[in-house]
Nanobody, 115 residues
């Protein structure tokens, strides 16, 4: 499925972040959907995902200051995070999995945390 991300950009330290990812493909309600991120020179890192049954999972670095949610009718997944830090600077990719099978990968959206 094709995934289109929006949000991100330049965020001040301590500020909030909102990302969304939508698709016009079918089967969205069957997928795990969520976000990975990759900072320069670092490995890909799971940010968060939400299961078809609406159960969220968060990466260690964002747990406690982020929320992921989904709207199956709108085929959209949302991610909000507060108290952003410079180390949150990365390219954030939306993805969709059917079980362990990758069904979609977004082109990525830059998030830069800087004053």
């Amino acid at each position: 499925v094709q995934l289109v991300e929006s949000g991100g950009g330049l965020v001040q330290p301590g500020g909030p972040l909102s990302l969304s990812c939508t698709t016009n493909g079918s089967g969205f309600h069957l997928y795990f959907v969520g976000w990975y991120r990759q900072a320069p020179g670092k490995q890909l890192e799971l940010v968060a995902n939400v299961s078809p049954r609406n159960s969220p999972t968060y990466g260690d670095s964002v747990r406690g200051r982020s929320t992921i949610s989904r709207d199956n009718a709108k085929k959209t997944v949302y991610f909000q995070m507060v108290d952003l830090k410079p180390e949150d600077t990365a390219v954030y990719h939306c993805y969709a999995n059917f079980g362990e099978i990758r069904r979609g990968w977004g082109q990525g959206i830059q998030v830069t945390v800087s004053s």
